[in-house]
């Protein structure tokens, strides 16, 4: 089996972080501060990746064995803007391929990269696994499009990188993660956030109610990427995801009665919060209105990996979520 474990890979492993400031990137400082990893962590000032030389550059400088991108154009309204979306593309395409076409290259070479269930349009009626064939891409946002791309790229280049060194024993050895997920929260702006502090304003909301999706928050996905790409799991697409589903307008009203019952004033009731559908919340980007990612080949890797630890639901991760935003706003 490919040694791929962080203490595997040497002393002088180096592990590169992008998107040091986004809400992944904070989760993935936490984490891995605690396990006393030595990471080097990017943010736009430091490298930006629309920009392929300062890319080719950073990954000269560092020569990472392990890179984790979690930085992304995330700006899924924008992106529909003509101008905007070739900056889409750089970011969430062409350097992803950069960071693959280094990473083939070293020995025992690691690329995690975190992408979206808006690589599918949202027709399927039950939850997408891994091998389903992502698009239409007339029927997905810019934004889709772009990370879509980038997961084609990175798949390319390791598929490219072992037909060519067939023989070269370290080539064998580079895996990739693509992680998928879906409706992420954490240390940063988010649908969460925005529903508290609506509920703080006014006291009738109306909120889509037929998209559907599952709650991902980014402290789990920073653990789970990160012991994935620690472990001897097989390269691919991976679908990260808690147990359960529930709508925008259910996670709405799950966390708003949340800080209510954790003490937080609002200025709405529950009942107020009211259930639209997305045609009458109409958006510049296509979203799916299935959203929802089945999990069990993730399950199935980590217990592979002899994780003991119970599987979360959605609603556990969000109510702790919730207690710590209003314990924070208390404070304040
Ligand atoms: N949030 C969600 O609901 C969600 C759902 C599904 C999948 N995902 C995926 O999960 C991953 C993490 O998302 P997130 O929620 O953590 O996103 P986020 O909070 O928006 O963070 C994205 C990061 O990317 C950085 N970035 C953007 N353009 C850049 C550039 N040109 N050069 C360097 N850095 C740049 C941003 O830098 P600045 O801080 O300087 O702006 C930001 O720190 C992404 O791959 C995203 O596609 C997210």
Same mark, same amino acid.
């Given at each position: ?21 986004? $809400? ?26 629309? @920009? ?10 560092? *020569? ?6 979690? /930085? ?28 693959? !076409? ?36 007339? $029927? ?11 997961? *084609? ?5 390791? !598929? ?18 693509? +992680? ?70 259910? +996670? ?19 009942? @107020? ?11 510049? /980007? ?30 556990? $991760?969000?109510? $702790? ?12």
């Amino acid at each position: 089996m490919p040694f791929s474990s962080f203490e595997l890979l040497g002393r002088d492993c180096t592990i590169v972080v992008f998107g040091r400031d986004g $809400q992944l990137g904070r989760a993935l400082q936490v984490f891995l501060s605690d396990l006393k990893v030595p990471v080097i962590y990017l943010g736009r000032s430091d490298c930006d990746l629309s @920009n392929p030389s300062s890319i080719v550059e950073v990954l000269n400088r560092y *020569q990472p064995q392990v890179i984790i991108n979690a /930085a992304a154009y995330t700006a899924v309204d924008k992106a529909e803007n003509p101008k905007e979306s070739e900056l889409a593309f750089a970011i969430n395409a062409r350097a992803p391929a950069l960071m693959a !076409r280094h990473i083939v290259n070293m020995p025992h070479g690691i690329l995690l990269h975190y992408s979206t269930e808006y690589v599918f349009a949202g027709n399927k009626k039950t939850p997408y696994i891994e091998t389903d064939v992502p698009g239409p891409v007339n $029927q997905l946002s810019v934004y889709g499009q772009s990370k879509l791309a980038g997961e *084609q790229d990175i798949e390319a280049t390791f !598929r490219q990188a072992q037909n060519s060194f067939k023989d070269a024993f370290h080539n064998q050895l580079s895996k990739y993660f693509i +992680l998928r997920t879906s409706w992420a929260y954490g240390d940063g702006d988010n649908f969460i956030k925005i529903m508290l502090r609506l509920a703080t304003e006014r006291d009738q909301l109306k909120v889509v109610a037929d998209q559907v999706g599952v709650p991902t928050s980014a402290q789990w996905l920073a653990e789970v990427g990160v012991q994935m790409a620690s472990s001897r799991v097989e390269s691919g697409i991976y679908h990260v995801v808690p147990d359960g589903e529930t709508s925008r307008h259910g +996670l709405a009203v799950f966390a708003i009665e949340t800080a209510a019952a954790c003490g937080e004033r609002l200025e709405i009731k529950s009942e @107020n919060v009211h259930a639209i559908p997305a045609i009458d919340y109409p958006l510049p /980007a296509k979203r799916p209105y299935n959203s929802r990612l089945n999990n069990d080949k993730l399950k199935k890797a980590l217990s592979e990996m002899a994780f003991t630890g119970q599987y979360p639901h959605w609603r556990e $991760q969000v109510e $702790q979520y919730v207690k710590e935003y209003v314990k924070q706003s208390l404070k304040s």
